[in-house]
């Protein structure tokens, strides 16, 4: 996986949520028991462990911002920084994966 196939399926995932308004948020994801907010955000923190495991930084917990239309800024940051720390191959496909899964879980 390449950091262009990853900022690929990034942009894929933020083109289908970017224009979402507060309901849509709100709604509960195709699996578990959880908003869409609530999987987007999980992602956003799995990105931004990945990004800290790469740059050999320590965890830290990506705020849960009050307005749920931050989501996808937020999910661009953390990508930026995992492409920034020059992640491997396996990272990027496990980056790339978590994108795909919360994409068809929406």
Do not use: C, F, K, Y
């Amino acid at each position: 996986m390449s950091a262009a196939e990853l900022d690929q399926v990034v942009r894929l995932l933020v083109r289908q949520i970017g224009h979402w308004e507060q309901p849509r948020w709100a709604a509960a994801a195709t699996t578990g028991n959880v908003s869409r907010a609530d999987l987007v955000h999980r992602l956003v923190q799995e990105i931004a462990n990945l990004a800290a495991d790469a740059e050999g930084e320590p965890r830290r917990t990506v705020p849960r911002l009050d307005n749920d239309l931050a989501l996808p800024d937020q999910l661009r940051v953390v990508t930026a920084d995992l492409l920034a720390a020059g992640a491997g191959d396996e990272v990027l496909t496990r980056a790339a994966a978590e994108v795909t899964a919360t994409r068809s879980a929406l």
